[in-house]
């Protein structure tokens, strides 16, 4: 850090490292990468002639000159060194103009056009949508150079758009040839020898519940009465047992690796694994003996649990549920809800599986609650399901509350995932005392700076948190606003800026414990086809259980941060798949007018999630021509200067469709005035 004396005034300068965020219009802002444990910094601003070739995901080192007086302090950044270019691609259509070809970018972080290398065309034609990689900047002419890593197709067809999306965020759609022959040559059938040494499960009543359309089923239940008279109960929790399969190191086991997890799209699932891994020799499908993990927990008659074992097994699921199945048969118990009532519960569920739901949903209710008392966090978000026909093409949009199956399932695999997790602490060296490495999911509490800034947030609207002496004070006092803003119109944007106010779950070696569920030990065992870090957790908890020697955490840290960035990665693809439907169901409405809630504000204008659907689009200052606005961030409002015609966040406004964008997945809204 330099400074120097100039008239009047002090100047600054400080050198930052970070991640740029760049805008359709050129300028961009500095993510600033902190060390653990120092202050945040804010985003820094850096202006496009200043940017010296960065664009969009590169790594970079900025220059910050801060000039503050009694009047004014400004932070403005100056790229400096490229650090590394961002390795993911940009989507765009192929155009040939003259010998030379361009991708004409269609991203929202992309202001310029990419200008292909000679031979950078990978047999694309003028026309066809393609992924291409920004490899040099060319200083002269002032524009990006690159090639194409993917030939996507021909543009507005459903399958050259859902595998835009994929590569967009730098996820694969296709396994190489040799991933797939090493899952072909994996036998179908179980022999003597895999089914040696595993507690036998086969005939005690087993199942699963899952979404309907879901085809590679990781985890079952299994429950039975025990012990004299019966008075105990066992529920065992039935986990694929993708480590018997495959091999680490193994082609299969890397290419898990480097995808991380599962993505699930609006009308396909890309599967960490190939299918007959996936949908065949790992999923828990009814009346085929599988190979599982499992955690099995006894309960005493007050509900207790007694005892727990886990280990390997051998299952066969009596019946294959969907929730709302599931949920059917536990409104058939409480007299039938009207969410459900239209759905029979199935003659073909046995009895005892009928019966063994009752139990458990009685037991998730017990654990849900205890977690709540403990200062859990209740974030209930309704889900969006598009429904598509066989072309890709969306039919409607619905809006899906959680059921109390899902709530059931839920609290079991919560379970299972906790108590493995306590399991493994137990496993501490004597002399060092020290827990063995191991996998953990971990969420951090809230920093302090943000719990006051969310607590003036909604002081705006009237409503009060009261002064918390822990964050675990604070997470029961969010819950009491979450519970009375719930049924509100305002209740969903507090629910937003309450998730922004928190970080993220990620995946760590390092033990803190879960805030938002209030555990304070807490893995991701559940799902080992679907997540890389699950079968990382499968491998450490058999290794422990056989008296392994505890694994060096060095190698594993940097693993967790992999998956937790594939994590994030993939979550941001299917959000993108949901938005390109919506956007796309909207395309022949231009014109209709529809109701909503503002659910976010900028200085450029507001956020208007539409009844129904949940359908949002962006309300521009620039179209507002009755007054001038003015936002204010502190409150999240926009205010006319004339009028004092004032918009918040939660408020009711009526809209007309202005302008579908399909390339960009944006909707522009015109506000009714």
Known sequence: MSKKKTKNRYVQTTEYEGTLSMTREGYAFLMVQVPEGQHPVEDIFVPARKLNGALHGDRVRVVVRS???????????????????????????????????????????????????????????????????????????????????????TPGENETEMHAILAEFGLPYRFRKEEEAEAEALTDNLLQEDIKGRRDFRKIPTFTIDPSDAKD??????????????????????????????????????????RGNSVYLVDRTVPMFPEKLSNRLCSLRPDEDKLCVSAVFTFDQNNHIIDRWFGRTVIRSRCRLSYEQ??????????????????????????????????????????????????????????????????????????????DSHKLIEEFMLLANREITKYVQRKRNKPTGKAPAFVYRIHEPPDQDKIEAFRQFVHHFGYKMGQTKSPRDYARELNKLLDRTKKKTEGSGIIIMALR????????????????????????????????????????????????????????????????????????????????????????????????????????????????????????????????????????????????????????????????????????FELIQ
């Open 326 to 403: 599931a949920q059917a048969v536990l409104d058939t118990e409480e007299n039938a809800s009207p969410a459900t009532a239209e759905i029979p519960a199935a003659a073909e569920i046995p009895v005892e599986v009928q019966e063994s739901l009752v139990f458990l949903h009685k037991q998730a209710v017990r654990f849900r609650e205890g977690r709540m008392n403990r200062g859990a966090v209740a974030f209930d978000k309704a889900e969006v399901k598009v429904e598509v026909d066989d072309r890709g093409a969306p039919l409607s949009i619905q809006v899906q509350e959680p059921l």
């Open 217 to 258: 089923f990781d985890d079952a239940l299994s429950f039975r009465k025990i012990g004299p008279e019966g008075t105990h109960t066992e529920v065992g929790v039935h986990i694929a047992d993708v480590s018997h399969y495959v091999e680490a190191g193994s082609l299969l086991d890397q290419a898990a690796y480097e």
């Open 67 to 153: 000039t503050k007086n009694r009047h004014e302090r400004k932070l403005e950044g100056h790229v400096v060194f490229i650090k590394e270019r961002s390795s993911r691609p940009y989507i765009g259509i192929v155009q040939i103009v003259d010998k030379q070809a361009y991708v004409i970018t269609e991203s929202k972080h992309m202001p310029f056009d990419i200008h292909l290398h000679k031979g950078g065309l990978l047999g694309a034609r003028n026309g066809q949508k393609v992924a291409a990689l920004v490899t040099g900047w060319n200083k002269r002419g002032n524009f990006p150079t690159g090639k194409v890593v993917d030939v996507l197709g």
């Open 501 to 668: 106010s928190m970080p993220r779950a990620r995946y760590s070696t390092k033990n803190v414990g879960h805030y938002g569920l209030a555990f304070s030990n807490y893995t991701h065992f559940t799902s080992p086809i679907r997540r890389y870090s699950d079968l990382m957790v499968h491998r450490l908890l058999l290794h422990y259980i056989s008296g392994g020697k505890p694994q060096a955490a060095e190698g594993m840290e940097s693993k967790c941060i992999h998956l937790s960035e594939r994590e994030q990665l993939a979550t941001e693809a299917e959000r993108a798949s949901i938005k390109y439907k919506m956007v796309e169901f909207m395309q022949d409405k231009t014109g209709r007018k529809f109701e909503g809630i503002i659910t976010g504000l900028t200085e450029w204008g507001m956020f208007v999630e539409l009844d129904h659907t949940l359908i949002e689009g962006m309300v521009s200052v620039r179209d507002m021509t009755d007054d001038y606005y003015v936002y204010d961030k502190n409150v999240m409002t926009l205010t006319g200067t004339h009028s004092g015609k004032h918009f918040a966040l939660g408020q009711r406004v009526r809209i007309s469709v202005a302008r579908v964008n399909l390339e960009q997945r944006q909707l522009d």
